[in-house]
């Protein structure tokens, strides 16, 4: 036990992302590879399981689909502009259009990904984002 203790492993930040898409396979496959890249994932179905989460625990990072059925990922980064909550965010959507990312930007989105992406992408995107 004190050998595991004097790595310093026990006492590493690790990162908290909440990972918000209403696709239950893609929610299960990113989940598994962030964890393997060390990150603390938790995730949410929907807008509305998000915001309950959002209101309960810190997150360092949120990576929110834009469309979801209910409240949308726009939705969301509005509840985290107005309650001034200090994480970071990626939006993540099937759309390519530019007004969804500008309107991503100015509700205070530090990136911006278009699906499908591949794993290494967003892992290069989550840490960039994180190390701001």
């Known amino acids: 036990m004190a050998q595991r203790e004097s790595t310093g ?45 959002l209101q309960r625990g810190n997150y360092d990072l949120l990576l929110l689909d834009i469309t979801m059925p209910g ?17 970071r965010v990626i939006m993540l959507t099937g759309m390519v259009g530019l007004s969804f990312a500008i309107k991503s930007v100015k509700l205070g989105a530090d990136d911006y990904i278009t699906k499908p992406y591949n794993m290494e992408y967003l892992l290069a995107s989550i840490s960039k984002v994180l190390a701001k």
């Open 71 to 87: 409240k949308s990922g726009i939705d969301v980064l509005k509840f985290k502009h107005d309650q001034n909550l200090p994480c």
């Open 9 to 53: 492993t026990l006492d590493e930040k690790k990162h908290r992302i909440l990972f918000v898409d209403d696709d239950q396979e893609l929610r299960e496959i990113v989940k598994g590879h962030l964890t393997e890249a060390g990150y603390n994932v938790d995730d949410a179905k929907d807008g509305f399981e998000a915001i309950d989460k």
